[in-house]
């Protein structure tokens, strides 16, 4: 089975350009998440959908959105980038459909702000 | 919400030798836990789980020990080679959908 496959895996941007990240997930998987890794902070959890629905949202700005779509496939889009936007954008996607299961990750889009 | 953390930022054991990683989440309310092995230029890559309705789990030459009791959670690595040195995260949840990471421990192998 693939699994989680992000792109692109690296980006440069300059302040105030916007930024689409893409993710697709384990075969199956429904849910998919996305969390942001800084050397500062470590993973911080962005948010969660499933079946097309954003479930939960962690406390980033309204500059940071997502969707998802009907295969599963997700998107997370920033807009009007920030020097501390500069992070690794993970996404995982879990089996979850009620009980608990693992996130499996993807190797993330190093997004680099100029 | 939760806070997680882990208790050596670094840690640098000789080849051969067991290796114990050491993780605190704060809410008696999360119910699973998961640890997690980053290598350079990768993802996190699962290694073992457990819930709160055990306390102790083992898989090839990882064991995971969980005491609620104290909202402590560990990483056993026995006979630690090479290519285990990385980074470990403890990610901990009482949502199932949800994650709080540790700050990481950075694991060295010393040949």
């Known amino acids: 089975k693939a699994g989680v496959t992000q792109t692109p895996r690296y980006l440069i941007k300059t302040r105030g350009q916007q930024v689409t990240l893409s993710c697709s997930p384990i075969s199956g998987h429904r849910s998919v998440s996305w969390y942001q890794q800084t050397p500062g902070q470590g993973l911080q959890f962005l948010f969660e959908?499933?079946?097309?629905?954003?479930?939960n949202k962690g406390n980033f700005p309204g500059r940071f959105s997502g969707r998802q779509f009907s295969n599963s496939r997700s998107e997370m889009n920033v807009s009007t980038l920030e020097l501390g936007d500069s992070a690794l954008y993970l996404c995982?996607?879990?089996?979850?459909?009620?009980?608990?299961?693992?996130?499996?990750f993807g190797n993330g889009t190093r997004l680099t702000v100029t | 919400g939760e806070s997680v953390g882990l208790h050596l930022p670094t840690l640098s054991v000789q080849e051969g030798d067991n290796s114990i990683i050491n993780c605190a989440y704060s809410?008696?309310?999360?119910?699973?836990f998961i640890w997690y092995k980053q290598e350079s230029g990768k993802g996190p890559q699962f290694i073992i789980d457990?819930?709160?309705?055990?306390d102790k789990r083992q898989g090839q030459r990882v064991t995971v020990l969980l005491n609620k009791t104290v909202k402590h959670l560990s990483l056993q690595i026995a006979a630690t080679q090479p290519g285990d040195s990385a980074v470990y995260f403890c990610a901990v949840t009482n949502t199932g959908n949800q994650f709080y990471f540790g700050t990481g421990t950075s694991l060295t192998v010393i040949p």
């Open positions: 809410n008696s309310a999360s119910d699973y």
């Open positions: 457990i819930r709160s309705n055990m």
């Open positions: 995982a996607s879990s089996s979850w459909q009620g009980g608990n299961s693992p996130l499996h």
């Open positions: 959908y499933f079946s097309e629905t954003q479930r």
